[in-house]
């Protein structure tokens, strides 16, 4: 049999392939519009650089954290408050689903940084292509993408040499809501910028309650959350240290003893583990299916 000469309706493989993520669990599938990621990725870091036959970006979202998550201490909420890995194994499966039903070259789009690059630059920006998508929007939250209905998610996507049609990008932009431009109008910032522990989120408003700026200060952030980067930085010194009591108290100070700890049971929380402008964000807590509680809610509705 000539697999290449099978013809595959574009429109009901798009639907199947979407079927499955929002079967394995993603919130939210759309596809990229390939065209527009090609021309806004920068040189290197197109999908084609990683695929070259690539025919279609698929982006899926699932859910961030349980609304329980939020009310606890940010020195909890480092340890649970990541779902990324369910959505890099939809994705990973999808892949799999693709080439078994369709026979096309497909890939899991990995989410990691370019070893050529730095650990803040990605090999693919999965956030483009969510966006592109139309299953997110840039909020004023360090570029965070959000859902009107889900409010935060994780992204991850799929290369693939099946042909699909694209989804569009959102027409309207969730943040800022209704209340942060509120809050905006009287002291200048929104939640999100006023409670971010490091300050590195500032932007405008404009008079129609939409986003005018955004500035996001990323190595502010990443000396403080990325604790990757605070591996190295933490041997550095010990290595510098003069005397044996200054290289102990740079390798086992309680806040390093953590991060030994995280690498030996492999917590997640070891990436990233501030949640505080999602924690103030509206969008993010209290959309209308936003955590499980909410999409039961609106599942018993329907």
Known sequence: MDIDRIYI???????????YCLRKGALAAGVADLAALERIAPPGHR????????KSVISLGVGGQTQGAWSVPAKAMGYFGSTETRAYTIAYGAAFFIESKYHKPSIYCPPDMDNEKGPRVPLQSLKLHAEVAGIGARSLAGDILLHPDFGYMYFASIFTELELPPDQPMA????????????YRQIGRTPCQKFCPVQCLSGHIDEDGKQAEMHYDMAACAEMSQQYEAVP????EAMAAEDDGSREAALFDPDNKMLWYKMSVGSGGLLAQCFECMRVCPIATKSPEADPIRRSIAKAGQ
């Open 9 to 19: 309706d574009p429109v009901d493989a798009k639907q199947a392939v979407l079927d």
């Open 47 to 54: 999908p084609s650089d990683l695929m070259p036959k690539v």
């Open 172 to 183: 309207e932009n969730p943040c800022p809501a209704p209340s942060c431009v509120a809050m």
């Open 233 to 236: 930085a933490m041997l550095a």
